[in-house]
Nanobody, 125 residues
Framework: QVQLAESGGGLVQAGGSLRISCAAT????????MGWFRQVPGKEREFVAA????????DYADSVLGRFTISRDNAENTMYLQMNSLKPEETAVYYC??????????????????WGQGTQVTVAS
């Protein structure tokens, strides 16, 4: 069983920065990937970024590439998303996700099995 707990959401001005965190509890972190999705009311959930727990390979949506950085702390079993140059349209609930995979190369961005409760990020214009 995997449990995910997000923290760190809040209000930030446009152009500002915010870091959100996700603490994970899992039986093993081997073959494990974590990531972030976001959802605006009335819209579908959108993939933001993902990280391979072993080795730290990353994957980003084009819309956040160069501004957001995903990372993880193996000792703390915690994943982070550093968000810079935030835009008002990025106001959303950000969800921590996780899954076990057999191949990182073929892992679909939309095949995450475990979801956290979400944390609100509001970017004021």
């Amino acid at each position: 069983q995997v449990q995910l707990a997000e923290s760190g959401g809040g209000l930030v001005q446009a152009g500002g920065s915010l870091r959100i965190s996700c603490a994970a509890t899992a039986r093993t972190f081997s073959g494990f990937a974590m990531g972030w999705f976001r959802q605006v009311p009335g819209k579908e959930r959108e993939f933001v970024a993902a990280i391979r727990w072993s080795g730290g390979s990353t994957d980003y949506a084009d819309s956040v590439l160069g501004r957001f950085t995903i990372s993880r702390d193996n000792a703390e079993n915690t994943m982070y998303l550093q968000m810079n140059s935030l835009k008002p349209e990025e106001t959303a609930v950000y969800y921590c996700v996780a899954t076990y995979y057999s191949s990182w190369r073929t892992l679909s961005r939309y095949s995450y099995d475990y979801w956290g409760q979400g944390t609100q990020v509001t970017v004021a214009s």
